[in-house]
């Protein structure tokens, strides 16, 4: 297994719970996780970046479910604010709707087609047809220019017309904004999940192989048969599922050419979380900056969801920035500039001094696939080698992009892989027939 992230603890553990007894994880970093690892400050631990479950997310629940966490997941709706020209807009409340700079016609048009997508699970008629198409055709382009524009803008720095139609039907299904958000008291959720799934892994027999990173794979008769980490150590194997970014596994075997791997392309993400003790001058959990004109796309207040997050008293700030790549500008600046933007950003939203004691900074070079127009999953396995298997969130497409996905990816892979193998896993079945007993509310 190449990559220790969600999907490939995910993949391994199916494979070893459908009974193969030789499955070794190889992991660069340092802990199990990947995008939704943690770090520690004081004894405290937090995510990369916001991290919330959302209710949608079935393999997630599951998964929660078998670590025995799920009872202690507690669920609120959250505030959700537009900043557009120096005003808040709360687009869940009627207040906040109404006030909202766009025509009565077109606040209509946009209610009618937040309820399609609530109704509507599939979106994959529109793979192919691009985010503009959608909205003009089911809400009009007064919305489209209002709204999505904005937000397609925020998550992949273009135009509605250059991003997936399913992509934003799914999306908007998912009712990230207004559905209740999940999150663990006294705890980083994905913590809490990370360790519970290495000890599912440890269990099942898994073999955990943490700072390896994969520099080189070798080939022979059309199969991979070891990979090689960076100490020169050779590991064999006779199947290899690949979990690491499409870009990454290219990299190292420059032969591969299945179908649909080259046209994948990363977007890049900066995240910094940081703590203050100083008073907040906002509820909302989620501020998307909207006007486009900050180095931030969207600020969190952590401390919003859980508000047992970290030392009692903080109050933990995110600033997220989704870029088209890692290329530009913004990503290689240096921690100074970032932090100075981020604090500009912050006056310029709040109104007042942001002075926070620590911060965290995280550059993701490779986020998420970045879903065009013309995207489409890649194959479950590899064209170029009998012996490659994929997972990942680059296979989800038109879902989300999320902790669940992942998951879900991971078991897909190893399922199919153990079908080949003339083995058989329940897994798949019971997530989808998975139904949590209750959502707390906290
Ligand atoms: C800031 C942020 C906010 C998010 N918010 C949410 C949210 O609110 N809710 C939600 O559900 N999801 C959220 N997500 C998404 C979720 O965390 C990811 O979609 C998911 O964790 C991806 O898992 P993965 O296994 O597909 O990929 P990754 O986590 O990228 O896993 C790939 C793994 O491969 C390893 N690797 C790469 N190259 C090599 C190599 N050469 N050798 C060995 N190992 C290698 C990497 O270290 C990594 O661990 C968020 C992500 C981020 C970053």
Redesign the pocket.
């Known amino acids: 297994m ?7 603890i995910a993949a391994a553990l199916t494979l070893a719970e459908g009974g193969l007894t030789d499955v070794t994880l ?4 340092a802990t199990l ?4 690892g943690s770090f520690e400050r004081d004894g405290h631990f937090y ?8 209710h949608r ?1 079935r393999a ?1 629940l599951y998964f929660l479910e078998r670590i025995g966490a799920l009872s202690d997941v507690r669920w609120r709706r959250i505030r959700m604010h537009f900043h557009l020209d120096g005003e808040a807009y709360d687009l869940g409340r009627v207040a906040g709707f109404l006030r909202y700079p766009m025509s009565l016609p077109d606040k209509l048009r946009f209610a009618r087609l937040m309820v399609r997508a609530f109704v509507r699970k599939d979106w994959s008629a529109w793979e192919d047809r691009s985010a503009a198409e959608l909205v003009d055709r089911l809400a009009g382009p007064g919305v489209r220019l209002a709204i999505f524009e904005r937000l397609t803008r925020l998550k992949f720095e273009l135009p509605c017309a250059e991003v997936s139609g399913a992509w934003l039907g799914a999306r908007l299904h998912h009712r990230e904004g207004s559905a209740p958000l999940g999150y663990i008291p006294r705890a980083n959720w994905t913590k809490v999940l990370c360790d519970g799934l290495a000890r599912l892994l440890n269990e099942a027999g898994v073999r955990v192989r943490l700072r ?4 080189r794979l070798q080939t022979a008769d059309g199969r991979i048969t070891a990979a090689e980490g960076e100490s020169g150590e050779r590991l064999t194997g006779d199947i290899f599922v690949s ?3 499409t870009e ?1 596994y290219r990299g ?1 075997l420059p032969e591969e050419s299945t179908p649909g791997l080259e046209q994948i392309r990363y977007s890049a ?1 900066l ?1 910094v979380v940081c703590a203050t003790r100083q008073k907040v001058p906002t509820t909302a959990y989620w501020t998307n900056l909207a006007t486009l004109d900050r180095a931030a796309g969207a600020i969190f207040l952590l401390t919003e969801l859980n508000p047992t997050i970290g030392r009692p008293g903080d109050t933990c700030i995110n600033f ?1 920035t989704h870029l088209g790549g890692r290329d530009r500008p913004l990503f290689q600046e240096t921690d100074e500039q970032l932090m100075e933007r981020y604090r500009d950003d912050y006056k310029a939203v709040f109104g007042v001094e942001l002075d926070p004691f620590w911060t965290h900074i995280a550059r ?1 070079p490779m ?2 696939p970045v879903f065009g127009r013309r995207y489409r999953n890649p194959p479950i396995r590899s064209g170029t080698w009998r012996n490659v298997w994929f997972a ?2 680059y296979r989800t497409f038109p879902s989300i ?6 998951l879900g ?1 991971g078991v897909e892979t190893g399922a199919a892989l153990l079908a080949e193998l003339g083995r058989r896993t329940g897994l798949p079945e019971a997530i989808a027939r998975f139904r949590p007993k209750a959502m707390i509310r906290g």
């Open positions: 190449l990559g220790g992230g969600l999907s490939g190889l992991e660069r970093g996780g990947g995008l939704a995510p990369l970046g916001y991290h919330h479950i959302l997310d997630l390896t990173r994969v520099t979990t690491i970014p990454i190292l993400l995240s997220v993701v986020y998420s990942g969130n992009v999320s902790t669940g996905t992942a990816s």
